[in-house]
């Protein structure tokens, strides 16, 4: 798979979840995936990004960068939002808050099939001590 292809198949499935179609994302994501280093399924995975846009209403995927090595994505994720309630543990109630997600994806027949994912609390706990 050319890196082109990949970045593009990764940027549909940003798309995909931006729009919260819920149908098509078992054209992207392998029905054994793994999240980090947990095989939840494409079920699991579903209802882990479904609880996302429930806790964080206005949830946008925002590519920063992103970087394409076949068979591996590597993506910075950027988000502005502003969760509902506690969120990563932490109290944020609305607030808004910006923070990163460092995520690797690992693709098979043009399917993710292992994701590692680590997000930036600190940015959000630095935002929320300020007020």
């Known amino acids: 798979m050319a890196k082109a292809d990949l970045s593009d198949i990764y940027?549909?499935?940003?798309?995909?979840?931006?729009?919260?179609?819920?149908?098509?994302?078992?054209?992207?994501?392998?029905?054994h995936v793994i999240?980090?280093?947990?095989?939840?399924?494409?079920?699991?995975?579903?209802?882990?990004?479904e609880r996302d846009f429930r806790e964080i209403p206005d949830l946008h995927f925002d590519i920063e960068f992103l970087i394409?090595?076949?068979?591996?994505?590597?993506?910075?994720?950027?988000?502005?939002?502003?969760?509902?309630?506690?969120?990563?543990?932490?109290q944020v109630n609305g607030k808004r808050v910006t923070f990163t997600e460092n995520v690797f994806y690992a693709f098979r027949a043009e399917k993710i099939v292992q994701v590692w994912s680590v997000i930036d609390k600190a940015a959000i706990e630095s935002q929320l001590s300020r007020g």
């Open 35 to 49: 999240h980090n280093d947990q095989r939840i399924g494409i079920t699991g995975y579903r209802a882990m990004l």
């Open 68 to 90: 394409s090595e076949p068979p591996h994505i590597a993506s910075r994720l950027r988000f502005d939002c502003r969760p509902a309630g506690n969120f990563l543990g932490l």
């Open 11 to 31: 940027r549909d499935y940003i798309a995909c979840l931006n729009r919260q179609d819920w149908a098509r994302l078992n054209a992207f994501v392998d029905e």
